[in-house]
């Protein structure tokens, strides 16, 4: 049995539809149906990849092109290729409107990438198509039941995903905060996300300045808090540069206790930048040792954190599962049990925080609970 973790600290819920949603029309004397038995029968991947994309530009109008969408869709999400995953998310969704797949795939480079334009329109379409989906009816063939049941989990996962990126944004995006929380209130009234983003966030103070002007600025200040933790933190967001994200957050840690107290800033307003300041390294430092395997550290600096993000539930919400997964390998590792109690505690925290990462603390509770038989 294996623990299940995120490729990013903010990742998205695992899981899609079955694949093969979209079927093959063959015909074995046309040249589109020539190149599709050539694609079937293609054992290498790179050749294979070649010749769907040769397909997708050759045939864009044959009933097989949505299969052809599909197959290639996850190569491109695999390796991490946003405009090619959003070009051919598109394509797939004017063949068929109702693959959640697509529209997923869309909203999560859309988050990626932090456009707030296609945030917009990817989060209420994601959730629409997901909507529909969830809708389905129950299969009267018994054996088409768990196919069926975990359809619609991924269905429900989806728009509590697009629930969750439209709340961030809202509460990022002070100009269109009103619009895009209106978009959630229609599709989901109820949803714990519209009542987070209607509080006010707790901002980092950030410099007022891009995190491109900000590396530049590090040049000649290279003490300076707000310029460190600017690039560390759109980085982060990003999933990009993990490795400077890691040495700027270090940096922070040790700069902070050292900072005399600005000019203008009295003691109060200090120690809360230095509590922010504090608690989003320490987070940003704990979720990139966890990814990395380096267990001990990863729980060490989540610990550290906790008290500091209180007010940040998905920020929380990820420290509770890289908290939970650390201490499922120490349990492994060490053969201590103690750790493996420590991992149930931290994983049913994250379970009861509703978000991306709820599923997947989850599965990872079941695991323990089999293992270790520990409720």
Known sequence: ?????????????????????HKLDVDAESDDGILLQRI????LAARKLALLEKYAVQFPRTTSIAWVYEQLLPIYVETKQ?????????????VDPNDVDAAHAAL??????????????????????????????????????PDWAKQIEYAKQVMNYAEYVLSNQAQSDRSRKAELLR???????????????????????????????????????????????NVAD?????DHDLQKVLNYSIRILDLMPRKPRPEGTTPEEWERKKIRYTGSANWMVGVIYGKQGRYSL??????????????????????YFYLGYDNYALASELRDRSKAIEAVRYSKLCVAIEGPFQPLAQKNLDVLRSEYNIE
Do not use: C
């Open 82 to 94: 946003s405009d090619k995953i959003l070009a051919t998310a598109e394509s797939l969704l004017a």
């Open 234 to 238: 759109y980085n982060m967001r990003r």
């Open 108 to 145: 999560h480079v859309a988050e990626s990438n932090n456009d707030a334009a296609l945030i917009e329109k990817y989060a209420a379409q994601a959730w629409d198509v997901a909507a529909r989906a969830a809708k389905a009816k129950r299969p009267a063939d018994p054996d088409d039941v």
């Open 298 to 319: 990863s729980d060490r600096y989540l610990r550290a954190a906790l008290s500091h993000i209180r007010d940040n539930t998905q920020a929380l919400a990820a420290a």
């Open 183 to 229: 978009l959630l209130e229609l599709r989901n009234p109820q949803s714990k996300f519209l009542m987070a983003a209607k509080k006010e966030p707790v901002r980092i103070d950030f410099a007022s300045m891009s995190p491109e002007k900000a590396e530049r600025g590090l040049v000649d200040d290279p003490d300076n808090v707000d310029y460190l933790m």
């Open 40 to 43: 079937q029968q293609e054992p």
């Open 1 to 21: 049995m294996r623990f299940h973790v995120p490729a990013l600290a903010l990742l998205i819920v695992a899981g899609a539809f079955a694949a093969d949603r």
